[in-house]
């Protein structure tokens, strides 16, 4: 039901628009962008509902989440790219509203697309 794309490789500083495509569909509740580095666990990136949006502390400032509800398409513009942004970037969205305290956590959301892949190399 979602489908992530956008990823690829790209120099340090560089930018990277991620979009997620809901198939038509959409969500009462959070979309979400999630990722997930080799070796580590899956982390919350950013999310989005009924015009508030949250950013993890290590992105912002440099990425932006934002959605086009009549393509029902969600988005995250990457900025000022580091190495440390490299990973595989999932998009999922909740039925319902989620709270602001639990947004980070993965079990708050009931439908996940597949990753996309972030390379951030010189």
């Known amino acids: 039901q979602l489908q992530a794309s956008g990823g690829g490789l790209v120099q340090p500083g560089g930018s990277l628009r991620l979009s997620c495509d809901a198939s038509?569909?959409?969500?009462?509740?959070?979309m979400v962008w999630f990722r997930q580095a080799a070796g580590k666990e899956r982390e919350f990136v950013a999310t989005?509902?009924?015009?508030?949006?949250m950013y993890a502390d290590s992105v912002k400032g440099r990425f932006h989440i934002s959605g086009d509800n009549a393509k029902a398409t969600m988005y995250l513009q990457m900025n000022s790219l580091k190495p440390e942004d490299t990973a595989v970037y999932y998009c999922?969205?909740?039925?319902?509203?989620?709270?602001?305290?639990?947004?980070?956590?993965?079990?708050?959301?009931?439908?996940w697309g597949q990753g996309t892949q972030v390379t951030v190399s010189s």
């Open positions: 999922a969205a909740s039925r319902f509203i989620v709270d602001r305290t639990q947004v980070r956590r993965e079990q708050a959301y009931d439908y």
């Open positions: 038509g569909r959409t969500f009462s509740g959070n």
């Open positions: 989005r509902w009924r015009g508030n949006t």
